[in-house]
């Protein structure tokens, strides 16, 4: 029972996986035409910019998963994206209140 749980949980986060990472591409592309209206450039490798990019990167991989070896198993998958949530909150709490930059707001 507990393999086909997290076969499922698996499965479920891979569906929801594709649009995510695509969302979180589109919303950096969107954000560097910005940028470059708003200050001339479409990339100033401020940190949020960065721990962006990082974050998608991180989210990427498991899309690959059939060139990863490690990432086949439904467990070792759910572990792999449940420790890439610490990207989410770098991006978003590590950035705001620990790192400076112009997306910083402590």
Known sequence: MRGEAAAKCSAASLRLLEPAVLLLACGIFVGAIWANMSWGRYWGWDPKETWALITMLVYSVPLHRCFIPFLRSPRSMNIYLA????????????????????????
């Open 83 to 106: 420790l890439a949530f610490i990207c989410v909150l770098m991006t978003y709490c590590g950035v705001n209140f620990f790192l400076g930059g112009m997306h910083s707001y402590a």
